[in-house]
């Protein structure tokens, strides 16, 4: 596995839950971390090791991914001298990427791109002209006729269409949950355990639309509170604090920051809402679901949709605050039955069985 950090994100919990899965089945996991950041625990039996870049000449930007993909093919041979030769290399997240399309020891047949999120969303949204024209093609080239995970159809489905890319394999497995360790982790306390309250778990950033969030619960007429828990800059949570006076709903808006273990908050939670404009898979209302905790989401391009089927289904939202307004308030009053779902194909068992599978393609 190789990523460009740990930082308290989705894709980097996916990473470590997979890592964590495959080693209680036996097999061997080594995690290249590109950076020394870590929000998580390491699991035990993982080899984890950090392959970070200490270069500092000012023409440093200039050939950091060349720089940095010698640096990890150094450290990938020294691996395997040590501990013999990988069978599948992963690597997560488009940073990562970028080098590792770059790494002269990877043999290509065994290495999979893994998309965590929707492309077009994240690098193409603010482009435009040159800039546009220039990202198409950077991305293009590290992905075409590169074998290719999606964590959704969606977002295999987007890199084609909105980069030309034609991959040369590509598979589609859905991030992977211990429902065990969720169980655990919820069963912790909470301190609103027995309160009615919505909550929101994510970073603060544009893409996961916390202005849409709260100017939905506003209308929403919903008296319970809103918990936000998840991370960002200053600037980010500032501007939504400043929201929150604005629409008056200050005082029913609980701020609660990163937490390496929300899951007594969720378990606890008469419902979970997103509010995003993308979302790659969409970990936490899986994360919901298993803690049988209803949820709402916007029907945004990605994971959701496919998620949310059935009686879920009821739970998105059009793109738009009044809409997600609307089925928050419809939920919330008229709460489907998730005591019953069949949640498998979610399961770590399921998910390590289909990454095993990709060193026989």
């Given at each position: 596995?190789?990523?460009?950090?740990?930082?308290?994100?989705?894709?980097?919990?996916?990473?470590?839950?997979?890592?964590?899965?495959?080693?209680?089945?036996?097999?061997r996991v080594s995690l290249f971390s590109l950076r020394a950041?870590?929000?998580?625990?390491?699991?035990?039996?993982?080899?984890?090791?950090?392959?970070?870049?200490?270069?500092?000449?000012?023409?440093?930007?200039?050939?950091?991914?060349?720089?940095?993909?010698?640096?990890?093919?150094?450290?990938?041979?020294?691996?395997?001298?040590?501990?013999?030769?990988?069978?599948?290399?992963?690597?997560?997240?488009?940073?990562?990427?970028?080098?590792?399309?770059?790494?002269?020891?990877?043999?290509?047949?065994?290495?999979?791109?893994?998309?965590?999120?929707?492309?077009?969303?994240?690098?193409?949204?603010?482009?435009?002209?040159?800039?546009?024209?220039?990202?198409?093609?950077k991305t293009r080239r590290i992905y075409q006729h590169r074998?290719?995970?999606?964590?959704?159809?969606?977002?295999?489905?987007?890199?084609?269409?909105?980069?030309?890319?034609?991959?040369?394999?590509?598979?589609?497995?859905?991030?992977?949950?211990?429902?065990?360790?969720?169980?655990?982790?919820?069963?912790?306390?909470?301190?609103?355990?027995?309160?009615?309250?919505?909550?929101?778990?994510?970073?603060?950033?544009?893409?996961?639309?916390?202005?849409?969030?709260?100017?939905?619960?506003?209308?929403?007429?919903?008296?319970?509170?809103?918990?936000?828990?998840?991370?960002?800059?200053?600037?980010?949570?500032?501007?939504?604090?400043?929201?929150?006076?604005?629409?008056?709903?200050?005082?029913?808006?609980?701020?609660?920051?990163?937490?390496?273990?929300?899951?007594?908050?969720?378990?606890?939670?008469?419902?979970?809402?997103?509010?995003?404009?993308?979302?790659?898979?969409?970990?936490?209302?899986?994360?919901?679901?298993?803690?049988?905790?209803?949820?709402?989401?916007?029907?945004?391009?990605?994971?959701?949709?496919?998620?949310?089927?059935?009686?879920?289904?009821?739970?998105?939202?059009?793109?738009?605050?009044?809409?997600?307004?609307?089925?928050?308030?419809?939920?919330?009053?008229?709460?489907?039955?998730?005591?019953?779902?069949?949640?498998?194909?979610?399961?770590?068992?399921?998910?390590?069985?289909?990454?095993?599978?990709?060193?026989?393609?």
């Open positions: 596995m190789i990523i460009d950090g740990l930082p308290g994100g989705g894709a980097e919990k996916v990473v470590l839950t997979l890592s964590k899965g495959l080693i209680e089945r036996g097999h950041v870590c929000d998580y625990a390491i699991p035990p039996g993982l080899d984890y090791q950090i392959i970070e870049d200490g270069c500092r000449q000012p023409w440093r930007k200039l050939t950091e991914l060349s720089r940095r993909a010698e640096s990890l093919d150094r450290a990938i041979v020294q691996s395997e001298k040590e501990q013999g030769s990988f069978d599948l290399v992963v690597s997560h997240l488009h940073k990562t990427d970028r080098i590792v399309s770059r790494c002269r020891h990877l043999a290509p047949e065994k290495t999979w791109f893994c998309l965590h999120g929707v492309f077009s969303a994240s690098y193409l949204a603010r482009r435009k002209g040159f800039s546009l024209w220039l990202k198409k093609i074998n290719v995970i999606g964590v959704s159809q969606y977002v295999v489905n987007d890199l084609k269409r909105s980069f030309a890319v034609q991959p040369k394999h590509e598979r589609i497995i859905f991030n992977p949950f211990d429902f065990d360790a969720v169980h655990a982790a919820a069963s912790q306390p909470c301190e609103m355990a027995g309160e009615p309250y919505l909550i929101h778990v994510g970073r603060f950033h544009e893409t996961k639309r916390h202005d849409r969030l709260l100017r939905a619960y506003a209308k929403s007429g919903i008296a319970a509170p809103l918990v936000l828990i998840g991370q960002g800059n200053d600037e980010a949570v500032n501007e939504v604090k400043k929201l929150a006076t604005t629409l008056g709903i200050q005082d029913r808006v609980i701020f609660k920051g990163f937490m390496p273990n929300p899951y007594p908050w969720i378990r606890h939670a008469k419902m979970l809402v997103v509010s995003s404009d993308s979302e790659g898979f969409g970990n936490v209302l899986v994360e919901a679901l298993i803690c049988q905790v209803p949820v709402v989401s916007t029907r945004c391009p990605g994971g959701p949709v496919s998620i949310m089927t059935g009686e879920l289904a009821r739970g998105l939202a059009n793109l738009d605050a009044d809409s997600l307004a609307a089925t928050m308030a419809d939920v919330w009053s008229k709460p489907p039955d998730v005591s019953r779902l069949d949640l498998q194909a979610y399961s770590i068992e399921a998910i390590c069985k289909q990454y095993i599978a990709l060193t026989a393609h």
